[in-house]
């Protein structure tokens, strides 16, 4: 090697020495850096399972030695190696800090953090005691990630903090740019695959699919970059293969109209000069619709009672412990092939059932929490316009995740919680509180002599905690009564059961009491879950189900109850989610709605179905695509062409983006002057 060489190589490798020890060589910060964060990346995609041999693990292993020379640089900044030490330390905490958040958020709550995050942080917070538990579950991992940094402090006096000259400085940045230089034309391997790295970095924001792909620290900088400067995902006119205008069930098909309002979005597009809202008009106005049904007005002039039943899941529903469940889950409309999918834990479900727009990000939760988005669609507000008395019911704080804002912002009048009104008749000092108690402390309000009423419930009995009986009041109450079931499940699932069962003896009670005033068979009953119970490991939900499920999408299979005591029951077998639950509750009941303006849409129309998750997997009714992998798996005897995966991929981007463009525009507002 010639001497410009070596003295290169010293640059990179060694330049600085223990004066104690001259022939021992000290490592360089932006290698410790490097061995740091690759070690901690891999330890965190171990440990959920993500797999770590994709194409994409090379493009963060170039990102992160990119980011590691910068890094290096900004540490010895100083001509005091104390204070570089410090910068070092502090700087690497944080980072292990982060590590360790997104691991336990992930693992527990089933959602990563982003920077708007923040907005729902009292999931987390109000339940402190709960949170603490499954941290401490979870040490062995998070004392993995602090290796990195623990090694590094019982070794610093052999890491170089010395500050660079200039040469050295400006040799170190240039392989640092030269890297990212060397990133940058990395992503463009592969990069028309539906989600490559290429396609997060530009042309798609998805915090679950950025973190699999690009890593950790990368996620982040692309976060704060998004959350500074914006980002705007672009709609892509494709064809609906879900659109069909057709009877299938019936060779000479009826003729319908469409569920559509009298809306002029040609002179909405003519009049808007922002080119956003412009591109929604548009989007909008090329939608069709769905059309009417042999359903439509099935329900009209009943009453109604609609359910976000909390934790509740297809697993819960056992003859011998929850026989309300069910009965009414297997009558009335029979939904075959439902989801509830997990996205932000209970805000999203609930956001998902009231508005029938997908929970794309927690942004558009904190603005949907304000009470400030125009919802001239809401529930309360179409069904007090086909002259219905509205209620609402929470069996806990009445400001907690912001209902007491939300709700009347979708027109609820009569709002009552723990914390206003609702503890003078219920004990709200237990926890979980009793759906059981709530029902029966609230029935008389709206079930009266000639009163039409709609009334929404969010309960709260099958809340975690799961971690014995004595851990859930809930459970504690009714744990002689699952003993002597003769079921067999491991005392977490068994827990959770027995939480469950209140809601179904809320169901019962509630049945009974409209029997006994006359009104049940003029009454419907609609409950769905806010998502699976993800307090529960994953192989515990499977010990308690039916059939085999996966991490992703099977797990989140669930029951969407719709149901009148006088009805026949009706087998529907297209894909639904909570998405649907307000166009089919609109169309069934006859109001008067446009369900172009919804993401989700009537299940009961001609359209075939799709349930939209987390991270962009999706199943319609041909079958299901994992994101992750990349992968379509077909229902038996379906075939699609090559196009399909395709544009289903390209209908849910659009269908996601339009939910935020929504919220974030306050649309509505703009449509319905």
């Given amino acids: 090697m010639s001497n410009k060489g070596t003295k290169i190589f010293n640059n990179l490798e060694e330049y600085c020495y223990n004066k104690d020890v001259i022939s021992m060589k000290k490592i360089n910060l932006s290698l410790v850096f490097l061995v740091s964060f690759l070690f901690m990346e891999i330890v965190y995609k171990l440990l959920l399972g993500i797999n770590i041999f994709k194409l994409s693990f090379l493009n963060m292993f170039i990102f992160l030695v990119s980011l590691s020379f910068i890094l290096g640089v900004l540490c010895t900044l100083s001509n005091n190696k104390k204070v570089n030490k410090i910068v070092f330390i502090v700087l690497l905490s944080l980072i292990t800090i982060w590590f360790s958040a997104q691991y336990v958020v992930k693992s527990y709550f089933d959602f990563y953090i982003s920077l708007s995050t923040f907005v729902v942080a009292d999931q987390v917070t ?6 603490v538990i499954e941290t401490l579950r979870r040490i062995p991992g998070i004392i993995l990630f602090f290796v990195p940094l623990v090694v590094s402090l019982i070794f610093s006096k052999r890491i170089c903090f010395k500050q660079n000259n200039i040469k050295q400085v400006l040799v170190l940045l240039a392989i ?3 890297f990212y230089g060397v990133y940058i034309a990395s992503l463009f391997i592969g990069k028309d695959a539906t989600y490559s790295p290429y396609v997060l970095n530009y042309k798609v924001n998805d915090i679950s699919l950025s973190m699999e792909n690009l890593g950790v620290l990368n996620t982040f900088i692309l976060d704060t970059k998004r959350a500074i400067f914006g980002f705007e ?6 064809d609906n293969p879900l659109s069909n205008d057709k009877d299938k069930d019936n060779d000479t098909p009826k003729v319908y109209d469409y569920n559509n309002l009298d ?3 040609d002179s909405l597009i003519a009049n ?7 591109s929604m008009h548009e989007y909008f106005k090329n939608d069709p619709g769905t059309l009417q049904n042999d359903y439509t007005g099935f329900f009209k002039d009943k009453n109604l009672i609609l359910f976000m039943a909390e934790s509740f899941n297809e697993v819960a529903v056992k003859k011998e412990i929850t026989p309300t469940l069910y009965k009414l889950s297997h009558s009335g409309f029979v939904f075959e092939d439902f989801y509830t999918p997990t996205i932000y834990s209970t805000i999203g479900g609930e956001f998902q059932e009231l508005t029938g727009l997908y929970a794309s990000g927690t942004d558009i939760l904190g603005r949907f929490r304000t009470g400030n988005v125009a919802f001239p669609q809401g529930v309360a507000t ?4 086909a002259g219905y008395n509205t209620y609402a019911y929470h069996n806990n704080s009445a400001s907690f995740q912001s209902r007491n804002k939300y709700l009347p912002s979708l027109g609820f009048d009569n709002f009552k919680a723990c914390n206003t009104g609702l503890e003078k008749v219920i004990n709200c000092n237990l926890w979980p509180r009793s759906d059981l108690e709530m029902i029966n402390a609230t029935v008389d309000e709206y079930a009266t002599e000639g009163n039409k009423f709609m009334v929404f419930y969010a309960s709260n009995s099958g809340h975690s905690s799961y971690d014995g009986f004595n851990s859930n ?3 504690k109450k009714n744990k002689e009564e699952y003993l002597a079931s003769g079921l067999n499940y491991s005392e977490r699932a068994a827990t959770y059961l027995a939480a469950q069962m209140e809601l179904d003896k809320a169901l019962d009670s509630l049945i009974k009491k409209l029997d006994e005033k006359g009104i049940l068979d003029n009454t419907v009953i609609a409950l769905v879950g806010d998502h699976y119970p993800y307090d529960l490991n994953p192989s515990e939900v499977y010990e308690m189900a039916d059939y085999q499920k996966d991490d992703v999408v099977e797990i989140n299979h669930s029951k969407f109850i719709f149901w009148n005591n006088k009805m026949d029951t009706v087998n529907v077998s297209k894909v639904g989610s909570q998405l649907d639950v307000i166009p089919t509750i609109y169309n069934a009941f006859g109001i008067n709605y446009d369900s172009r303006l919804f993401i989700g849409k009537d299940i009961l129309s001609t359209e075939g179905g799709l349930a939209m998750f987390a991270n962009k997997s999706w199943v319609s009714d041909k079958g299901t695509y994992f994101s992750s992998s990349g992968k379509f798996v077909p229902k038996d005897g379906v075939e699609v062409d090559d196009t399909y995966v395709k544009t289903m991929n390209q209908i849910v981007l659009n269908k996601i983006n339009m939910s935020t463009k929504i919220i974030m525009n306050n649309y509505y507002s703009k449509v319905f002057k």
Avoid: C, P, W
């Fill in 126 to 131: 109000d339940f402190m005691g709960k949170a």
């Fill in 176 to 178: 640092g740019v030269g």
């Fill in 233 to 238: 995902e672009k709609l892509v006119h494709v």
């Fill in 263 to 265: 809306i002029d979005f």
């Fill in 272 to 278: 808007e000069s922002n080119s956003t809202i412009k």
């Fill in 382 to 385: 179409k069904f007090k316009e």
């Fill in 473 to 475: 009041q809930m459970a």
